[in-house]
């Protein structure tokens, strides 16, 4: 009969990998979504209302805990507070940026293939500065995943493919990067509805020269464009940065970010059933090397992986 501790190893190992799982679903959707929206909303706009969303969403989360245990909510000292700024600007304002300018060049699976090298970016930033250390096959597969990259950017049809949308895609995967470092960081002293509240509400603040824009492409938008750009705003970003936020808490930068390899195969699934996109044949190919060389870079020997979960749960709280 397991122990105590057994089960409780057992329940939480569920619930980070429902919590990866969300993330990944919602994360792979806000690709598809956006590409269908981009005719509609410009990027700051999209960013804005998408920031607006979720920051609403999020204050009404906070409240219905502060009701629930009593307890007014608890901002964070000055200096995690302006890490968390910091996060936003990265992770909500240039990343949404570059990705929805992106997302006017590129179809969304090729996006979401050269966003999701960001993975080995976060090992390199956790070695240096996490002290995740650097495993041998960490520079192999890198040259992997660029070897992808450039069959991707070089290897096909100029008219199908943008220079420009693979640069700022590769915008977002460093910025992605950064932030989940950055992140991983302030979720020891900083809650993750917390931090993805404030995060939002300083990613609205910093939007607002948007808003013009945004108003005047609303008045003009159809509705099934309005409810994308609801969606953005509740799924990908205030849920999924909740969750992934819950991950992060409980796994190693490098290994969690490891996980969401698994985003650019259910984009290219979800964009063939919902929008008839499909990558060229060149970006699969180039896509399919890239998350190899992803994961040959981050993803442990099971024997290894097992041991370090099992650890990192144990120092987990509860």
């Known amino acids: 009969m397991p122990s105590t501790g057994n089960r409780r190893i057992t329940t939480t190992t569920w619930l980070i990998i429902g919590a990866a799982a969300t993330t990944i679903v919602l994360w792979a959707s806000a690709f598809v979504v956006i590409r269908a929206a981009a005719p509609v909303f410009s990027p700051g706009s999209m960013t804005l209302g998408r920031q607006i969303g979720a920051a609403l969403l999020l204050t009404v989360f906070v409240a219905m805990r502060s009701a629930r245990t009593k307890r007014r909510p608890q901002l964070p000292r000055w200096r995690p507070f302006l890490g968390v700024v910091l996060w936003a600007f990265l992770s909500f304002l240039v990343y949404n940026i570059s990705l929805n300018t992106a997302g ?5 699976g090729t996006m979401s293939f050269i966003v999701n090298i960001a993975p080995i970016i976060v090992a390199l930033l956790a070695g240096l500065f996490m002290g995740e250390g650097f495993p041998g096959r960490l520079f192999l597969g890198m ?3 660029l070897a992808g990259v450039g069959i991707i950017a070089f290897g096909g049809d100029p008219s199908q493919i943008s220079i420009l949308g693979i640069g700022l895609a590769l915008l977002c995967a460093v910025t992605y990067a950064v932030g989940t470092v950055l992140q991983k960081v302030l979720l020891r002293t900083v809650d993750p509805l917390m931090m993805t509240w404030i995060g939002c509400t300083s990613a609205v603040v910093m939007c607002l020269p948007f808003l013009p824009g945004l108003i005047a492409e609303l008045q003009a938008a159809p509705p099934e464009a309005i409810w994308s750009l ?4 509740v799924g990908p970003t205030a849920i999924a940065f ?8 409980r796994v190693s930068a490098g290994r969690s970010a490891a996980s969401t390899y698994l985003v650019p195969p259910v984009v290219v699934i979800m964009a063939w059933l919902t929008i008839d996109e499909i990558p060229p044949v060149l970006s699969i190919l ?3 090397l890239s998350l190899a060389g992803v994961a040959l870079a981050t993803i442990k020997l099971r024997r290894r992986g097992d041991e370090s979960q099992v650890a990192d749960m144990e120092k987990a709280p509860a």
Do not use: N
Not at 230 to 233: P, T
């Open 286 to 288: 180039g896509g399919a």
């Open 242 to 249: 909740i969750t992934w936020g819950y991950v992060l808490s």
């Open 143 to 145: 040259g992997v995943a």
């Open 104 to 108: 006017h060049y590129l179809d969304a």
């Open 230 to 233: 609801v969606f953005l705003g």
